[in-house]
């Protein structure tokens, strides 16, 4: 297509009807153009907030007519949904939209979209502008939902489109999804953030917190587990405040109650929680709902109260361990995962030790580790940050070293033990091996027949490996 003319196209509208008048229009505009059906490749950047917007993507592809395909030389149209939320995640997208140029040459119907966090900066999605004039269709995280509508325009004007529009409405509710995984679903309660983590570019680029009525989840959960689904992982970049904003008066510890009370064998885990809005409460909740997996990811960031307090993060370490220990004294078998960030500007090594101490102390059972990575627009981007990375490298490292060795350690402990497992599927382990997760999220490898795969099944453990656990089928 002719993609040398712009669309600045910043209108929002909130109306699924009206995306679905889009999804027939490009059906229709496709259908008179294509012989088979057009192939789409998909892919996602990033955490599950994105992968679960993706299926969305996907679900709005799929009714539009549009097959899927990993091959680029087949597809008719690419959509990557973008992550910004470090660097090197930027330059992975950027890398791959490079490739895509050839493809493009040799096809020049072929329709290449970008949208997500990373475009929802100005500066990026300029950057796109000008730098890659190949790249069809630009939209931010504020009208996902009206993709169609902007398909619709990029291929019928045959022009360049983007949507950056800041405006935004309650989540978009109604349009299709099309799952990746038909054991386990993402289910977003929420979706933005107002914390305002001084390192963190999520609330620039996601907007403020909004929450889905609880009517809404509790009818997408019942679904899920009526078409079979085993477990369903609530999402949202901080859970703990869902039900702010909302006419109803709910918050997370009522919503797990909710949605504990549906019928049926299925397990519910949720991310990510903030310590901040992590309450006595809540955890009463996950040990009185039966559903819900004795695991909390709760990311501690750092161990240090002066870097937490220039992290704007509102909890001291000793807060954060008192939770832990009350979480421990509700339910003897909690397990904890955390995210750390190493090197925020002006870190020192003597406050790094306190990350490694907060470490030993709570024995998590895996953590998520990140060198900081500098964001622009975000506070911590003015911050002196003197430390060169070939130090933080050393910290980063001296940190996976000892978390290796405690996670080793607690699946060491886990020998001899027997687990409820849910069966995800074939395991890498060698020939025969299945692989299953136990409630605290540890991968145990068995020997067991297929037919088992999507049960839940016990399974004593009999080996312990640095990244998962061997077992046995009882
Ligand atoms: N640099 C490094 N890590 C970051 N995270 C968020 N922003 C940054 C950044 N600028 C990490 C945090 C967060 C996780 C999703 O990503 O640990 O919890
Ligand atoms: Fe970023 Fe903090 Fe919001 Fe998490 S809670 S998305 S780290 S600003």
Redesign the pocket.
């Known amino acids: 297509m002719a993609a040398n003319t712009l669309t600045q196209y910043d209108f929002f509208d909130a109306d699924p009807a009206r995306q679905e008048r889009y999804m027939d229009r490009v059906c229709s505009f496709l259908s008179q153009r294509c012989d088979t059906p057009p192939l789409a490749l998909v892919h996602s950047f990033g955490c599950q907030q994105n992968s679960s917007d993706t299926e969305k993507l996907k679900g709005m592809l799929a009714r539009m007519g549009y097959g899927f395909t990993d091959r680029p030389e087949e597809a008719r149209l690419v959509l990557f949904n973008t992550c910004a939320v470090r660097e090197n995640a930027e330059d992975r997208v950027l890398g791959n939209v490079g490739a895509l140029k050839a493809y493009k040459a040799a096809n020049p119907e072929l329709i290449i979209a970008l949208c997500g966090c990373m475009m929802q900066q100005p500066h990026m999605a300029e950057k796109v502008k000008k730098s890659y004039p190949y790249v069809d269709l630009v939209f931010g995280t504020h009208v996902a939902h009206m993709f169609p509508e902007l398909l619709y325009t990029c291929l019928s004007e045959g022009k360049r489109v983007f949507n950056l529009s800041e405006e935004s409405a309650p989540m978009a509710e109604g349009l299709p999804v099309l799952r990746d995984n038909d054991l386990k679903a993402w289910l977003p309660i929420m979706n933005g953030?107002?914390?305002?983590?001084s390192?963190?570019?999520?609330?620039y680029v996601?907007g403020r917190e909004k929450s889905r009525p609880s009517k809404e989840i509790i009818r997408e959960a019942t679904e899920l587990v009526a078409a079979g689904y085993k477990e369903i992982t609530l999402l949202g970049?901080?859970v703990n405040s869902y039900g702010k904003g909302l006419e109803e008066q709910i918050n997370f510890a009522g919503l797990l109650h909710q949605v504990n009370a549906i019928p049926g064998d299925f397990r519910i885990r949720f991310m990510?929680s903030?310590p901040k809005d992590c309450t006595h409460e809540l955890i009463d909740a996950i040990a009185a709902c039966k559903k819900v997996c004795n695991h909390i990811h709760l990311?501690v960031?750092c161990g240090n109260n002066r870097v937490l307090r220039e992290m704007n993060?509102h909890y001291t370490v000793e807060e954060y361990l008192e939770l832990a220990a009350y979480a421990h004294q509700k339910m003897p078998d909690v397990t904890f995962t955390s995210d750390i960030i190493v090197g925020f500007p002006g870190e020192s090594y003597e406050e790094f030790q306190d990350t490694l101490e907060l470490v030993r102390k709570m024995r998590y059972s895996a953590l998520y580790t990140f060198i900081y990575s500098r964001r622009s627009g975000t506070r911590a981007a003015q911050m002196p940050d003197p430390v060169s990375g070939e130090e933080k490298g050393r910290w980063f490292q001296e940190l996976l070293d000892l978390q290796e060795k405690i996670g080793l350690e607690e699946h060491e402990a886990m020998v001899g033990g027997v687990y409820r497992v849910l069966v995800d599927g074939v395991g890498k382990t060698g020939e025969g091996y299945l692989t299953g997760r136990t409630e605290s999220n540890v991968i145990v490898d068995f020997k067991a027949p297929k037919e088992i795969i999507g049960q839940f099944v016990q399974v004593r453990v009999t080996k312990a490996r640095n990244w998962l656990v061997l077992g046995e089928l009882i």
């Open positions: 953030c107002d914390n305002f983590c390192y963190c570019i999520v609330p996601r970049q901080n990510t903030h990311p960031q993060r």
